[in-house]
């Protein structure tokens, strides 16, 4: 895989390549690198999926299309996309997170993803841009069942006890284990009332507190 190549992947011939490089080079690796252009895409990115669910889904109401957003441009579904582009052997990176395996961290795969589409809109515009993020998407948005809003295992815990007038849970983590770039994160979710304790695992605190709420919805309603 060539940066090149990427970029037949990613359906775009850039005019100015150094944008391509600029988007794969992470800040260990040199003074010039893609954190601007991250910053540029996360909003880009933003904009394209709330156009596309508000087309796609006209009858939802606002909470629904932002919890359907937040799921779609989410650091596990970045994290995804850029693993199937297979953009971590392409990416520029220091020598301390070449050792400790960068190029897998799913944080800076996430954040490289969004970089080159803040490069494409730079390089194109927006619709040049749009029509990137159209195509990585295409998969996820036909997995949408319209008019279906699925909430996270935390929203529903949060909405099971609010609607009995309980008092919301805390999620304290448990530990982080293993390196840089496969870490393993435990946590536990505790309420109040009913007393009830449990915990879950993933390789993020976000998945892991996901998991520990939904044991914690398994018990409750079993």
Same mark, same amino acid.
């Given at each position: 895989?060539t940066?090149?190549?990427?970029?037949?992947? *990613?359906?775009?011939?850039? @005019?100015?390549?150094?944008?391509?490089?600029?988007? *794969? /080079?992470?800040?260990?690796? $040199?003074? $010039?690198?893609n954190?601007?252009?991250?910053?540029?895409?996360? $909003?880009?990115?933003?904009?394209?999926?709330?156009?596309? #669910?508000?087309?796609?889904e %006209? &009858?939802?109401?606002e909470?629904d299309?932002?919890?359907?957003?937040?799921n #779609?441009?989410?650091?596990?579904? +970045?994290?995804?996309?850029?693993?199937?582009?297979k953009?971590?052997?392409?990416? +520029? *990176?220091?020598?301390?997170? #070449?050792?400790?395996?960068?190029?897998?961290? %799913?944080?800076? +795969?996430?954040d /490289?993803?969004? @970089?080159?589409?803040?490069?494409?809109?730079?390089?194109? =515009?927006?619709?040049? !841009?749009?029509?990137?993020?159209?195509? #990585?998407?295409?998969?996820?948005?036909?997995?949408?069942?319209?008019?279906?809003?699925t909430?996270? %295992?935390? /929203?529903?815990?949060?909405?099971?006890?609010?609607?009995?007038?309980?008092?919301?849970?805390?999620?304290? +983590?448990?530990?982080?284990?293993?390196a840089?770039?496969?870490?393993?994160?435990?946590?536990?979710?505790?309420?109040?009332?009913p %007393?009830?304790?449990?915990?879950?695992? =993933? /390789?993020?605190?976000?998945? @892991?507190?996901? @998991?520990?709420? &939904?044991?914690a919805?398994?018990?409750?309603? !079993?």
């Amino acid at each position: 895989m060539t940066p090149s190549q990427l970029a037949v992947t *990613l359906g775009h011939t850039f @005019a100015r390549p150094d944008l391509l490089q600029t988007a *794969l /080079t992470h800040r260990s690796h $040199s003074a $010039s690198h893609n954190e601007r252009l991250e910053f540029l895409g996360d $909003s880009v990115l933003n904009c394209v999926i709330a156009n596309s #669910l508000y087309i796609r889904e %006209p &009858d939802l109401p606002e909470g629904d299309l932002s919890r359907l957003r937040a799921n #779609l441009v989410c650091q596990e579904t +970045l994290h995804q996309l850029a693993l199937s582009l297979k953009i971590g052997e392409v990416l +520029l *990176l220091g020598e301390g997170e #070449l050792r400790s395996g960068g190029h897998q961290r %799913p944080s800076i +795969l996430a954040d /490289t993803l969004e @970089a080159l589409i803040g490069a494409i809109f730079l390089d194109a =515009g927006f619709d040049a !841009a749009a029509a990137t993020v159209g195509r #990585l998407y295409a998969p996820l948005f036909e997995q949408l069942k319209p008019g279906v809003v699925t909430k996270d %295992p935390k /929203t529903r815990l949060q909405e099971w006890l609010q609607g009995r007038k309980k008092p919301l849970p805390r999620y304290q +983590l448990l530990e982080a284990t293993g390196a840089a770039h496969d870490q393993r994160f435990s946590v536990i979710c505790e309420i109040d009332n009913p %007393p009830l304790r449990t915990t879950g695992a =993933g /390789t993020s605190r976000r998945t @892991a507190e996901q @998991a520990a709420a &939904d044991n914690a919805l398994k018990a409750l309603k !079993a």
